[in-house]
């Protein structure tokens, strides 16, 4: 296994998940980890990136002062910080990573090597 996800559950909306993303193997040599999601009856879509590295970060903007990403290198992980959860952000969250010569980030999901098994996440209203 390449990516651990973890950290899905239910919560009400207005409330607060914590997604973590454990790199393992050829994936610790990623410096780009991205986050995607995917809702029942659509296609994935992107969330958030960031360059371990330098620590530069993009969002998708239906997640803009909302959702936050980071990394703690020390721990291989990163993570994905969602306050003021609404019941559209129900899917099942990925976290991916590029190849390890990639410093830049990218929106598409083609562009990404490596993936976790998802972790879902579900907001009643």
């Known amino acids: 296994v390449q990516l651990q996800a973890s950290g899905g559950g239910l919560v009400q909306a207005g409330g607060s998940l914590r997604l973590s993303c454990v790199a393992s193997?050829?994936?610790?040599?990623?410096?780009?980890v991205g986050w995607f999601r995917q809702a029942p009856g659509k296609g994935r879509e992107f969330v958030a990136a960031?360059?371990?590295?330098?620590?530069?970060?993009v969002y998708a903007d239906f997640v803009k002062g909302r959702f936050t990403i980071s990394s703690d290198n020390a721990k291989n992980t990163v993570y994905l910080q969602m306050n003021t959860l609404k019941p559209e952000d129900t899917a099942v969250y990925y976290c991916a990573a590029r190849g390890s010569a990639v410093t830049v980030v990218a929106r598409s999901s083609t562009q990404y090597n490596y993936w976790g098994q998802g972790t879902q996440v579900t907001v009643s209203s």
């Open positions: 193997g050829r994936a610790l040599s990623s410096n780009v």
């Open positions: 960031i360059v371990r590295s330098g620590g530069a970060t």
